[in-house]
């Protein structure tokens, strides 16, 4: 069995991962308690802006960041796209 090394964690990038799983939860949470408002003010709308701005922002940062030590490749034969990149 192989060992589980923290290049592979970086290589999975479960906390990333995580951390999107945790805004869906938030976001999904904060539209229903906006949908269920009878009468939705300036400040509560101000509020789930806010959640989404963020949203928008981290799923930009996320797609655009990448792992450390891992390459991009060509994709001639297959997708081979996410090979450890040799250290030495």
Known sequence: ????EPQH????????????????IVFYQTTQWFMNLSDPNNAQAGFVSVIVGAGA????????SKAK?????SNKG???CHKQKEER
């Open 69 to 73: 030590g891992v390459t991009k490749t």
């Open 9 to 24: 964690l970086d290589a999975w990038r479960i906390v990333p991962r995580a951390l999107i799983l945790v805004y869906m």
């Open 1 to 4: 069995m192989k060992k589980l």
């Open 57 to 64: 922002a981290w799923f930009g940062l996320y797609v655009n």
């Open 78 to 80: 297959g997708c081979d």
